[in-house]
């Protein structure tokens, strides 16, 4: 997030910023400048991840607070129903703006990196489960690409842009898959 505001004013544009869990928290004015950029930076670097979530929501509210037309990224692990996550962008795409989507996951989260007896804890609410990886991972695979299938397929009837990104990937690695699509 820190590189694409940094992106965006060096070019000359300017880059407001919200942040959200189960509503948007943090709403910055976009600003053209480095020095504007400080808040925002300052703010993403005592983000922390937890507690719930709610990305359609959020996307609505977004929708509601953006005043003018806008490039609007959103970066997130869309671990969430799928046809919600789609509402909340074509809102903002019906709206005007221009979306892209940064689905960042790590690639455990793509490929059960688990076996036998395990127990896992959902980061969100840290609800334990205990598993055995090896009688579900085939269940696992199919049901995570269902979900990745319906937000490709979803993003791509809305004229959202769609990228998947690793969190094994580098920063600048992900910033040139936007730029190669753009």
Do not use: N, W
């Not at 300017?14 to 400048?33: K, N, Q, S, Y």
């Not at 395990?118 to 489960?129: A, K, P």
């Not at 769609?162 to 190669?180: K, P």
Request: hydrophobic content about 40%.
């Amino acid at each position: 997030a820190a590189s694409m505001l940094f992106i965006l004013v060096r070019q000359g544009d300017t880059a407001g910023l919200m942040t959200f869990d189960e509503t948007v928290r943090e709403g910055f004015a976009p600003v053209g400048t480095f020095e504007g950029l400080r808040p925002m930076l300052m703010h993403l670097e005592g983000v922390q991840a937890g507690g719930g979530s709610g990305i359609e929501a959020s996307l609505h509210e977004a929708a509601g607070r953006l005043k003018s037309r806008s490039l609007v990224i959103l970066i997130s692990d869309l671990l969430q129903p799928a046809d919600g996550i789609l509402r909340g962008l074509r809102h903002l795409q019906h709206d005007g703006h221009d979306v892209t989507v940064f689905q960042v996951l790590d690639p455990g989260e793509i490929e059960l990196g688990l076996a036998g007896l395990s127990e896992v804890s959902e980061l969100e609410t840290g609800r334990r489960l205990l598993i055995d990886a090896d009688e579900i991972r085939e269940s696992y695979r199919r049901a995570v690409e269902r979900h990745l299938d319906a937000l490709r397929s979803g993003c791509s009837q809305s004229m959202v842009d769609y990228l998947q990104v690793s969190t094994r990937m580098s920063v600048e690695e992900a910033v040139h898959l936007r730029a190669r699509r753009a």
